[in-house]
């Protein structure tokens, strides 16, 4: 099940990047919180709090207790969405939607494996998983962290299908039973490439050798070009009489 987290927050009116800058500067990171039955209220928490909360966190999923500033009673509600810098992984920004702890949430909540299956273990064969995360749900309070999934049984050719998954109590899912969340597989072989013979070439192409004396046939439709004639020896000058 889900830990709720305590979490103190402070109403935040300052609004834009500039403001946002500020905030940063002293260690505060903006967040929101919004609800289907109330509109987006800005907050800013202090980053040491955000810090100490995922330590805490035993799960994707984190349910929080937001002790508000200037209000009575804490606000329950569920970190939807956190962004870091992409560059020292600082926590930009929070946002939280606010629930109640007599209505369903919406949730996915990520698949572990347990234990080695049998047809990996003994014949080799590899663990597949097709579905990393399952759409659930439940009441706050029956939020879970992960789902376990026992695969020591698994041979070769073997699968888990969401509709053999255990779900917690009071936990529910619409995802269509017969999708696999789990198999395993007989490994993959690749056939060794042909090694090449040192020093093999390619054959050489003999062409028929033609007799002695053979004139080439002469090209369809030309004739064969006559041989020059020899020009007459220039006569002899006539003797003197």
Known sequence: ???????????????????T???????IVPAVMYGAREKAQPLQISEREIKAMLSRA?????????EIDGEQSARLALVQEIQHSPVRGDVL????HAVSMDEKIHAEVPLEPSGIANG?????????????ALAIECLPRDL????????????????????????PPGVTTRVAPDLTAL?????????APVAAVPGATEPEVITEKKPE?????????????????????????????
């Open 213 to 241: 004396g053979e004139a080439e046939a002469a090209p369809a439709g030309k004739e064969k070009a006559a041989a020059p004639k020899e020009k007459a020896p220039a006569s002899k000058e006539k003797e003197s009489k």
């Open 93 to 96: 920004h929070i946002d939280f």
């Open 183 to 191: 198999s395993v597989i007989e490994p993959s072989v690749e056939e």
């Open 21 to 27: 800058r500020k905030l940063k500067a002293h260690g």
């Open 58 to 66: 035993a799960g994707e999923n984190i349910l929080v207790e937001l």
């Open 120 to 132: 990996v273990k003994n014949f080799g064969g590899l663990l597949e998983q097709s579905l990393r």
């Open 1 to 19: 099940m889900a830990r709720q987290v305590k979490l103190k927050a402070e109403r935040r009116t300052a609004i834009g990047r500039s403001a």
């Open 144 to 167: 879970p962290d992960r789902i376990v999934v026992d695969v020591s049984a698994l041979n070769i050719g073997d699968s888990i299908h969401v509709r053999d998954l255990q779900l």
